[in-house]
């Protein structure tokens, strides 16, 4: 089982509405959680991070973390063809006092005009 | 704006070739890491360091070693290119002081594409 699972898509959304994307980790130690964007050919960067249970919105992004269930989502309302990227889920847990930072594969989004 | 600038964009080594990555970061910050990103395999840490003169492996070091004279670079080495090492090399930084929290809010440069014939 891999630390940090996502769905590779590609995913789909028609301009305007919801995209939801989904990301579920197996250490039920770990901590806090980060969403990163990456554009074709360029490089991550950090959108969102989470670090308690519930929602946290920010503009048109919303990430959510369920820690019973492990699982951290992130939706994007209103979709615009800018937001068509890869997301990467990255997770910190703390093996032994030691922080680990580990990211999934990514999503690529693709946002339809 | 924080800016993490990486020497090349493409390069084109020979296998066994000693390899230079080199990577700059203008904000003072104290971490500086190395990632390969690859496909279905996500980006996976080679090295990273906490202060000048100091690093610490991550999940991939073997074949790798790293440099950090100056607060500002951070250079990753690759002592014998192999083919296996064909990959994209993301270097980050990141500002805390807080040990345990240097892997939050990472600010990466827009990567060297290595390719290892």
């Known amino acids: 089982q891999k630390e940090v699972e996502q769905n590779s898509g590609p995913l789909s959304v028609p301009e305007g509405a919801i995209a939801s994307l989904n990301c579920t980790y197996s250490?039920?130690?770990?901590?806090?959680f980060f969403w990163y964007r990456q554009y074709s050919g360029k490089s991550p960067e950090l959108i969102m991070s989470?670090?308690?249970?519930g929602d946290k919105e920010d503009g048109r992004f919303t990430a959510q973390l369920n820690k019973a269930s492990q699982y951290v989502s992130l939706l994007i309302r209103d979709s615009q063809p800018s937001d068509s990227a890869t997301y990467l889920c990255?997770?910190?847990?703390?093996?032994?006092?030691?922080?680990?930072?580990?990211f999934g594969t990514g999503t690529r989004l693709t946002i339809i005009p | 704006d924080v800016k993490v600038t990486q020497s090349s964009r493409y390069l084109v080594k020979r296998t066994g070739e000693k390899v230079f990555l080199e990577c700059v970061q203008d904000?003072?910050?104290?971490?500086m890491f190395w990632y390969r990103q690859d496909p279905g395999l996500g980006l996976r840490l080679i090295y990273f360091?906490?202060?000048?003169?100091?690093?610490e492996k991550g999940d991939i070091p073997e074949g790798y070693s790293v440099s950090r004279e100056k607060k500002e670079r951070f250079s990753l080495i690759l002592e014998s290119a192999s083919t296996n090492q064909t990959s994209m090399y993301l270097c980050?930084?990141?500002?805390?002081?807080?040990?345990?929290?240097?892997?939050?809010?990472?600010?990466f440069g827009s990567g060297t594409q290595l390719s290892v014939l």
């Open positions: 904000m003072d910050h104290e971490n």
């Open positions: 250490d039920r130690g770990s901590q806090s």
């Open positions: 360091s906490y202060d000048v003169k100091m690093k």
């Open positions: 990255a997770v910190i847990r703390d093996p032994f006092g030691n922080e680990k930072l580990t």
């Open positions: 980050a930084s990141s500002s805390t002081r807080d040990r345990r929290r240097l892997n939050e809010k990472l600010f």
């Open positions: 989470i670090y308690s249970n």
